[in-house]
């Protein structure tokens, strides 16, 4: 009895230790293209809980560095923050609909330019029970079932054959 209530009170004491936070990634959008003269872009996505964006926005210098070149994320309630130019920003959102817009103007004798984005969400942190109380909740569990079926086996020696 007390070998038994040890190993649930170990089992337990293992399952309520402060678990581990992981944090779920993701990329939404990654991409590059080209800007002809004065051009506009948008993308829409959905996201599945609160987290935060985090937005890169590149100004390549092939054949030449646009002139302007402008990204605003939005929501359907408004815009996330001011518009931002090329670098990185981050923005806390929520679950729902996202919108994001760039814009620029090329310059240069090909009037062309190169631009590179990437949007990557990243989940709000997520706890995770800890390894060491999975292991040993399941080695608690199959010992506790084993003894609780162990009584209704037969013992040794006394096999009898069933019909």
Do not use: H
């Not at 004491?13 to 872009?41: H, I, K, N």
Request: charged share 10%.
């Amino acid at each position: 009895m007390n070998l038994r209530f040890f190993i649930l009170a170990a089992v337990l004491a293992c399952t309520w230790l402060v678990p581990d936070r992981a944090r779920a990634s993701e990329v939404m959008y990654e991409g590059s293209g080209f800007l002809r003269g004065t051009q506009s872009f948008v993308d829409s996505f959905e996201l599945p809980s609160a987290g935060t964006l985090t937005v890169t926005l590149s100004n390549i210098d092939w054949p030449e560095k646009l002139a302007n070149l402008s990204l605003v994320m939005s929501t359907p309630a408004g815009a996330l923050g001011p518009s931002m130019g090329a670098g990185t920003a981050t923005f806390d959102v929520q679950a729902g609909n996202i919108f994001a817009q760039w814009f620029g103007t090329a310059q240069g004798p090909l009037n062309a330019g190169v631009y590179s984005i990437k949007i990557e969400f990243q989940a709000t942190a997520v706890p995770l029970p800890t390894s060491i109380a999975l292991l040993l909740s399941g080695l608690g569990l199959l010992f506790w079932q084993r003894r609780v079926r162990g009584g209704d086996l037969p013992r040794s020696g006394n096999l009898q054959a069933v019909a």
